[in-house]
């Protein structure tokens, strides 16, 4: 059996855009202290290795737990935030003249990435991690969109900061899932936790 924590990055700065793939957008404060309490639950999980997207907030995130848990992390691009060329827009212009990105014709025809793009890479990462670390306690750092697309199995609409995406409530910022696969790879079970 091997298990997976999902996390998503803590609150960043200028938290009213919606950065996707920009450069900056390190963690606030108040993301750093969510982080630290993160990094406090994991103290005990007998985690073997951290994976994190090339972000500064989730390098920042992974960087806390990994101080805490003395483990060093490998980043990686498969796990990486949604490409679009909506990135650094307003948050509440994108609620509500936007509304469904992966459906939105500027997107698309700018290169910006579809469900199953995002599901693909993932699920790739993933399935390289059981393979390599079949057995042990792993942790992802990501974003929300493409934890919530690898969980939904690619049965996924986005509306942006929607409260629920398929069976799961969308992961907070600081969130963590925890996803346990059996010896075939296959999900077993998945937990979102209140720490």
């Given at each position: 059996?091997?298990?997976?924590?999902?996390?998503?990055?803590?609150?960043?700065?200028?938290?009213?855009?919606?950065?996707?793939?920009?450069k900056?957008?390190?963690?606030?404060?108040?993301?750093?202290?969510?982080?630290?309490?993160?990094?406090?639950?994991?103290?005990?999980?007998?985690?073997?290795?951290?994976?994190?997207?090339?972000?500064?907030?989730?390098k920042?995130?992974?960087?806390?737990?990994?101080?805490?848990?003395?483990?060093?992390?490998?980043?990686?691009?498969?796990?990486?935030?949604?490409?679009?060329?909506?990135q650094?827009?307003?948050?509440?212009?994108?609620?509500?003249?936007?509304?469904?990105?992966?459906?939105?014709?500027?997107?698309?025809?700018?290169?910006?990435?579809?469900?199953?793009?995002?599901?693909?890479?993932?699920?790739?990462?993933?399935l390289?991690?059981?393979?390599?670390?079949?057995?042990?306690?792993?942790?992802?750092?990501?974003?929300?969109?493409?934890?919530?697309?690898?969980?939904?199995?690619?049965?996924?609409?986005?509306?942006?900061?929607?409260?629920?995406?398929?069976?799961?409530?969308?992961?907070?910022?600081?969130?963590?899932?925890?996803?346990?696969?059996?010896?075939?790879?296959?999900?077993?079970?998945?937990?979102?936790?209140?720490?």
């Amino acid at each position: 059996m091997s298990t997976i924590y999902f996390v998503r990055h803590g609150e960043y700065e200028n938290s009213h855009i919606i950065p996707l793939r920009a450069k900056g957008y390190p963690l606030s404060q108040k993301g750093i202290k969510q982080i630290k309490k993160v990094a406090n639950y994991f103290q005990n999980k007998n985690i073997f290795i951290i994976f994190s997207s090339p972000m500064l907030r989730t390098k920042q995130t992974a960087s806390i737990i990994g101080e805490k848990l003395n483990l060093k992390i490998k980043i990686s691009n498969l796990i990486n935030e949604l490409k679009s060329p909506f990135q650094e827009y307003d948050k509440k212009y994108l609620m509500e003249k936007i509304k469904n990105i992966y459906a939105n014709q500027d997107h698309l025809k700018k290169g910006g990435e579809t469900i199953e793009d995002i599901h693909k890479r993932v699920n790739k990462l993933v399935l390289k991690i059981l393979k390599d670390f079949q057995g042990k306690n792993i942790i992802i750092i990501s974003h929300g969109d493409p934890i919530m697309i690898f969980l939904n199995k690619k049965d996924f609409t986005s509306n942006i900061l929607q409260s629920e995406v398929g069976n799961y409530k969308y992961i907070p910022k600081s969130g963590i899932v925890k996803v346990t696969f059996n010896t075939k790879n296959q999900i077993i079970g998945i937990k979102e936790l209140d720490y």
